[in-house]
């Protein structure tokens, strides 16, 4: 059997696979990116027919190429992908697609890995995990199947149409979340949405998008989060040219807010006592958003328009005053419950030891304990920015340095010292 050998094998071509590969070739570092399906694969197929992207064309992009879409919009999700596709073809990135990698284990006795792909054996030297962060979609084990009711994950989610007639209970406020609910309300559903902690920055504020703010404020490049903020659920939406995502307007709209989701028993689900606490703490964290904003705007003399109406508060909705503890499904109408309740990752065909107790991968900036093993596209990987395009492009160009490095030291030979007679 014929083994073919490259010095790195990179895992994904998404965002994090593209990055990499035009890092790896700036540093004359050889070569190759394997996808098993398409480039950008899940922004086409894993995303509901009218997501859009959650940041502005001119900001979430890479260094090198702009979007074909005005600068100020949200990118739909097919525009995305074939913005990848397009980078990867003006960088020629070595994308081999259709290849599914299998498992990866160390050689025994030299430096490297044996990657056993559904097109044959690889050797490589460095294998970079460039799966990103949405691998295994996670649905809460709270109501059964045997209940009876249509169940999917938000990344089987596409559009109203859909869906099972009747009402729908979205579980999760964040982007995915909110957006799913609105759509369907919009489209004429009932709709359930439970919410749980969250934060709520304003999309804009004072001619400026919430992306500019986190940049001038110093807040992308947070290197670690704050302690018990790792997994904060973000509620900001780009639909409709972007918005502030505002729960009470929602409610307003006719959406039925509920607390987080806790339980089910007897055909009814249950609900903690949290909405009305997790609302506030995100209105908090919007309004806390503007005092930055704010205090920015002063300190450096800008002339941006003042928008006291940031600030205005629909009065809480009955939803909110008189809260719904328990739902039974039937009674309610509901034909689907989407959960809209995050990924886990999977990275059980690497051999080796590099995730901890939970799977999750032990690095440092992306360099595992392991040499040779690399993790790109993870969430605060290097700092808050690290998960979106332009954050992953600066990840990928460290993880590059550092696997140059290392096959500069693999390649040094040094000169025998030189023998002398004895006297």
Same mark, same amino acid.
């Given at each position: ?71 100020? %919009? ?6 995305? +992908? !074939?913005? @990848?596709?397009?980078?990867? &073809? $003006?960088?020629?990135?070595? =994308? ?76 999760? %406020? ?6 799913? +609910? !609105?759509? @369907?309300?919009?489209?004429? &559903? $009932?709709?359930?949405?439970? =919410? ?84 506030? +703490? ?27 109406e940031a600030r205005n508060r629909l009065p809480d909705p009955e939803c909110m005053t008189n809260p719904v503890r328990s739902l039974n499904l039937r009674d309610a109408g509901i034909g689907t419950v989407i959960w809209a309740t995050g990924f886990g990752q999977d990275y059980s ?75």
């Open positions: 059997m014929t083994v073919e050998r490259i010095n790195t094998l990179v895992v994904g071509a998404g965002q994090a696979g593209i990055a990499m590969s035009e890092h790896l070739g700036k540093a004359g570092v050889p070569h190759l990116v394997l996808e098993r399906s398409r480039i950008a694969e899940r922004w086409r197929s894993e995303r509901w027919d009218s997501l859009v992207a959650n940041g502005p064309a001119w900001h979430d992009r890479f260094p090198n190429l702009e979007f074909s879409c005005d600068p100020d %919009a949200f990118a739909g999700k097919e525009e995305v +992908a !074939d913005y @990848l596709v397009a980078y990867a &073809r $003006k960088i020629d990135a070595p =994308v081999r697609t259709g290849v599914e990698v299998r498992k990866v284990t160390r050689l025994k006795g030299r430096r490297g890995f044996r990657v056993e792909t559904g097109d044959g054996v690889i050797e490589a030297v460095n294998v970079v995990a460039a799966t990103g962060p949405f691998q295994k979609p996670v649905i809460p084990p709270v109501i059964p199947e045997s209940a009876g009711i249509a169940q999917m994950h938000s990344s089987a989610y596409r559009n109203p149409g859909d869906l099972a007639p009747g009402a729908v209970l979205v579980v999760g %406020a964040g982007s995915s979340g909110v957006q799913i +609910a !609105d759509e @369907l309300n919009r489209a004429g &559903r $009932k709709v359930f949405l439970s =919410v749980g902690p969250h934060d709520r920055p304003p999309r804009s504020y004072r001619g400026r998008d919430f992306v500019w703010w986190l940049g001038v404020l110093g807040l992308w490049d947070m290197a670690a989060p704050a302690p018990g903020t790792e997994h904060v659920t973000i509620a900001v939406s780009g639909a409709r040219g972007g918005e502030t995502v505002d729960f009470r307007q929602l409610a307003a709209q006719g959406v039925t807010l509920l607390g987080r989701t806790s339980s089910f028993a007897g055909g009814a689900v249950g609900f903690d006592d949290d909405l009305t606490r997790n609302v506030n +703490a995100g209105d908090a964290n919007h309004d806390g958003m503007l005092d930055a904003a704010d205090a920015y705007i002063a300190a450096n003399g800008l002339d941006l328009p003042e928008e006291p065909w690497i051999e080796a030891d590099v995730c901890d107790e939970r799977g999750r991968p032990r690095h440092q900036r992306g360099v595992s304990p392991v040499q040779g093993i690399y993790f790109i596209g993870l969430p605060w990987l290097s700092r808050r920015g690290s998960t979106f395009i332009w954050g992953v492009w600066h990840d990928a160009k460290y993880i590059a340095d550092q696997i140059a490095i290392q096959n500069g030291y693999a390649a040094y030979t040094a000169k025998a010292p030189a023998m002398t007679e004895p006297a």
